[in-house]
């Protein structure tokens, strides 16, 4: 699921550039890359069992 909404933030930054709009394209961009690296260093600090 966040994985959609990070894909959707950048569609819709994309539709906003599309469209003309610059400064909102611009912070709904910086805006999916605060998420996206949010969401890579709650993936990276995950501990991962490598033994039983």
Known sequence: MEFFIAFFNFALGMWLAWRHEAPSAV???FAGL????AL???????AL????
């Open 40 to 46: 890579y260093l709650r993936h990276a600090t995950d």
């Open 27 to 29: 912070y709904v961009f």
């Open 49 to 52: 069992p490598l033994s039983l």
């Open 34 to 37: 605060v998420f996206v690296a």
